[in-house]
């Protein structure tokens, strides 16, 4: 049987799928990327990491750039405002294998903004065009970008496109929103396919995309050659298998909880991996009706060991539930 053509090309790497989980600082972590990439996002982005850590303080932030190869096409994003310490830290990312590295345009948190970082630097574009003619100039894999529109009183989507682009990147996503807006409002869709029809290179549109049917709107819409999804993904993974989160089963939930603490705690320890997945079971749960003292059993602090039996008995009572 003859291998499938690939959907689209980022430099020489093949990606086979239009849609992926965006990068997310705090969620697109190990064990739910890869949670991610088993349910159908076509390729994995790590959580961001400053370029000062990576050449400073390696060791402390060398979890975040973890992957596994069943993830591949891997992505390791990196930030920064300084050219040659992105230089330098890029090349450090490089020796881990990934198959892309990408640049951070879109973080609108205050912590990165105020140092010129993320969306920051879309107020100097001169700066991302020495990041990238670096970077493009000394690196072995492709150097890609995610950037937001601009700011409210700085619109430099276009001229920062064009300097991507022209500065070697072989791909772009883009956030259709603005720092100001953060990310509230509505995406601007029709930014998103200004830049699909000025570039060569591929273009990953992102940006309110909730729904299966969201994601055909969004390619119809910009021309885009692939969709990234954020905050739509949390609380239903399986939009990656375009399923809507109405229409998953609470067996699928129930298994899905299972495997990401499983994942949890093989990644970060029983203690943190079950604490840190409090945030992830509230998401997973909570379109189902839920008493109040379910709740409080999620989040309340167990041993280790015991959550994952809270989460057999809360499933438990689901499909009770369902089965009414």
């Given at each position: 049987m003859s291998q499938p053509?690939?959907?689209?090309?980022?430099?020489?790497?093949?990606?086979?799928?239009?849609?992926?989980l965006a990068p997310m600082d705090g969620y697109s972590d190990w064990p739910f990327r890869s949670l991610c990439r088993s349910?159908?996002?076509?390729?994995?982005?790590?959580?961001?990491?400053?370029?000062?850590?990576?050449?400073?303080?390696?060791?402390?932030?060398?979890?975040?750039?973890?992957?596994e190869e069943s993830e591949r096409p891997v992505t390791i994003q990196i930030y920064g405002d300084n050219p040659d310490v992105m230089l330098e830290a890029a090349l450090i990312v490089q020796d881990l294998g990934p198959d892309i590295i990408d640049i951070n345009m879109g973080c609108p948190a205050k912590t990165v903004v105020h140092r010129g970082c993320g969306v920051g630097l879309m107020r100097t574009p001169e700066k991302i065009g020495q990041i990238f003619a670096k970077l493009t100039a000394r690196l072995r894999i492709p150097v890609t970008g995610k950037m937001r529109l601009g700011w409210d009183d700085c619109i430099s989507y276009r001229e920062v496109a064009h300097i991507?682009?022209?500065?070697?990147?072989?791909?772009?996503?883009?956030?259709?929103?603005?720092?100001?807006?953060?990310?509230?409002?509505?995406?601007?869709?029709?930014?998103?396919?200004?830049?699909?029809?000025?570039?060569?290179?591929?273009?990953?549109?992102?940006?309110?995309?909730?729904l299966v049917a969201?994601?055909?709107?969004?390619?119809?819409?910009?021309?885009?050659?692939?969709v990234m999804i954020g905050r739509g993904a949390i609380a239903n993974p399986w939009i990656f298998s375009r399923i809507d989160r109405e229409n998953v089963s609470t067996k699928q939930v129930g298994e899905a909880m299972r495997q990401h603490l499983e994942k949890n705690v093989a990644f970060?320890?029983?203690?943190?991996?079950?604490?840190l997945?409090?945030?992830?079971a509230m998401h997973y749960l909570g379109l189902h009706s839920?008493?109040?003292?379910?709740?409080?059993?999620?989040?309340?602090?167990?041993?280790?060991?015991?959550?994952?039996d809270i989460?057999?008995?809360?499933?438990?009572?689901?499909?009770?539930?369902?089965q009414v």
């Open positions: 053509s690939p959907t689209f090309l980022i430099g020489n790497i093949p990606v086979y799928g239009d849609v992926l349910l159908g996002s076509a390729m994995s982005y790590t959580e961001f990491v400053k370029s000062e850590d990576i050449v400073h303080l390696f060791r402390r932030v060398r979890a975040k750039m973890t992957y991507v682009e022209d500065n070697g990147a072989g791909l772009i996503a883009v956030h259709g929103r603005t720092k100001n807006q953060g990310y509230s409002g509505q995406a601007n869709w029709d930014a998103i396919a200004e830049i699909k029809a000025m570039v060569k290179i591929p273009v990953i549109g992102n940006g309110d995309v909730k969201d994601i055909q709107r969004i390619k119809d819409h910009t021309g885009c050659d692939a970060y320890g029983e203690e943190d991996g079950e604490r997945f409090r945030k992830h839920l008493d109040r003292e379910a709740r409080k059993n999620i989040l309340r602090k167990r041993p280790p060991g015991e959550y994952m989460l057999h008995a809360i499933e438990a009572q689901m499909q009770t539930a369902a």
